[in-house]
C-alpha cells in the first residue's frame, strides 16, 4: 500500500508539502519545476517535496491528479491524503483456443 500526504507547510503561507512512497508520485514530483525536494528517508522510501498552491481547492485538485485516487481529509491533522494499492493485471490476454465437439 501506497501513502501520499499533504499538508499546509505554514498557516496563511501558499507553502504546502507532499509526502509520499508511492515510486509513481515521487517520480512526477521530480520532474515539476515548482517542488523541491525537502527530505528523503534513508531507511525508507518516504520522501517529502515542498511546493506552492494558492488554495486548498488546488492542492487537493494536485493531490488527485497526482495519485489517481480521490484524496480524503483528515479533520485531527487537516490533512489531505490518498491510498493508492497496488495494482495486479496481467498484460497478456488469455487466448482461447475453438475446439468443436463431436456429436
Not at 7 to 15: Q, S
Not at 25 to 46: F, G, M, N, P
Not at 67 to 77: F, L, M, W
Request: contains cysteine; aromatic residues 10%.
Amino acid at each position: 500500500m501506497f501513502n501520499t500526504y499533504l499538508w499546509h507547510d505554514v498557516r496563511g503561507d501558499n507553502w504546502w508539502r507532499i509526502q509520499t512512497n508511492y515510486p509513481r508520485v515521487i517520480r512526477k514530483l521530480r520532474r515539476h519545476k515548482t517542488a523541491s525536494l525537502c527530505l528523503c528517508c534513508i531507511t525508507d522510501s518516504i520522501v517529502v517535496f515542498r511546493t506552492q498552491y494558492y488554495s486548498a481547492k488546488e492542492a487537493k485538485k494536485s493531490l488527485h491528479r497526482l495519485t489517481g485516487q480521490i484524496p480524503k481529509k483528515d479533520a485531527e491533522n487537516g490533512l489531505f491524503f490518498a491510498e493508492t494499492g497496488v495494482i495486479l493485471t496481467s498484460k497478456l490476454r488469455l487466448e482461447t483456443s475453438n475446439i468443436e465437439k463431436d456429436e
